[in-house]
């Protein structure tokens, strides 16, 4: 499955932005789409996940951020509300099969989508 991410930008802290992740076939609502962040000089961070079932969410964007899927479009949405200038970083979608225990490691998803930068001024 191709992914296209999309619907970063720039925001004022306490802002919200909501990051779109595109998939190119229906069996994308099978799969675990993980949303992952990389701010510059640092590692690819977990933010949050869903599966089939069930979301779950990294403890520093837990009330913050929303995960969900619409599955007549093929996409998975990253909602985020009361931005802080730490999110700052290129938002990227995974998707995948990992097991729970894996969910948040990015090697645990096979297919990636290109990145949309996040901007969170203060």
């Known amino acids: 499955v191709q992914l296209q991410a999309s619907g970063g930008g720039l925001v004022q802290a306490g802002g919200s932005l909501r990051p779109s992740c595109a998939a190119s076939?229906?069996?994308?609502?099978?799969?675990?789409v993980g949303w992952f962040r990389q701010a510059p000089g640092k590692e690819r961070e977990f933010v949050g996940a869903v599966t089939t079932t069930r979301t779950y969410y990294d403890d520093s964007v837990k009330g913050r951020f929303t995960i969900s899927r619409d599955k007549a479009k093929n996409t998975a949405n990253l909602q985020m509300n009361s931005l802080k200038p730490e999110d700052t970083a290129v938002y990227y979608c995974?998707?995948?099969?990992?097991?729970?225990?894996?969910?948040?490691?990015?090697?645990?998803?096979?297919?990636w989508g290109q990145g949309t930068q996040v901007t969170v001024s203060s």
């Open positions: 076939e229906g069996t994308f609502s099978t799969y675990t």
């Open positions: 995974g998707a995948g099969r990992p097991i729970l225990s894996a969910i948040r490691n990015p090697s645990a998803y096979r297919n």
